[in-house]
């Protein structure tokens, strides 16, 4: 999520009355969780399992409740609760803001698109030239849609992310303030669901045709032409390359990454990420031929064993 404009650290600090450690003119450009960070943004982290990769991130300033050495050219904020406090910066940016009618006024809708009854469209939402949307679907706020896009009835775009941390109260929310981008000429089943990115977007290539009852978390990347079947599961911060086929619910745990052209057969669960090109069955998942030996071989057990026996 970009700050426009950019604030200085020392603004920042006085925002969420922290202590900053470095330039107090250095700016902030935007603020965004690890799996999106980029130069000139603003992570957070909060336990000293993850220090060594914030720290060594991209990102310019690292907000920690910890005092460390501050990396050659970056900046520390100090913080008690730097989970909360980027939740603060998070509203501040990005607050909600309840929408007054079912269609916004600064929603855009393109040439030829048919947006049918009962279709909400969130502020700020831009959907291309000669789309369809059926009736009952929600689009968020901020969401962007391409051209020649068809969503079915039921699909929620832009629902807010599956990310919590638990405390001795119970589960704390991280806000989110991403959005999702959908591509050109992507089709969407009935009573999918996906989810805005947390501070970056989830991302929907071109070409890609998704199916009913599919569920698809925040950060996700998915590519070019993928092919996704019915009640699949796609976790937070997956990235999917072009031309990829998951076939009916097929389960995918989050921050992997599944190579361009692999195929998953229906009913396989993922541990790890997956090279491209290669075709893929189980729980966990591996590739098909060996998986089918496996099973081979669990079959024979009962004759071994007898003839032991």
Sequence with gaps: ??????????????????????????????????????????????????????????????????????????????????????????????????????????ASIGEGTIIQPSVFLGDNVKIGDNCIIHPNVVVYSECRIGNNVVIHAGAVIGADAFYYQKREAGYRKLQSGGSVVIGDNVEIGASTAIDRGVSGDTTIGEGTKIDNLVQIGHDTEIGRHCLIAAQVGIAGAVVIRDNVTLWGQVGVPSDIEIGEGAVVLAQSGLMSSLGGGKVYFGSPAVERREKMKEMVYLKKLPELFNKQG
């Design 1 to 106: 999520m970009k700050l426009n404009p950019a604030l200085k650290i020392s603004e920042i600090a006085e925002i969420i009355d922290a202590k900053y450690v470095g330039d107090p003119d250095q700016l902030v450009l935007g603020i965004n969780e690890i799996h999106k960070v980029e130069k000139g943004d603003l992570v957070f982290v909060d336990h000293p399992k993850y220090y060594t990769k914030a720290l060594e991130s991209s990102a310019t300033t690292i907000l920690i409740n910890k005092e460390v050495e501050a990396p050659e050219g970056k900046s520390l904020l100090i913080s008690e609760d730097p989970f909360q406090d980027f939740n603060r910066l998070t509203n501040k940016f990005n607050p909600f803001v309840p929408s007054a009618q079912g269609l916004s006024e600064s």
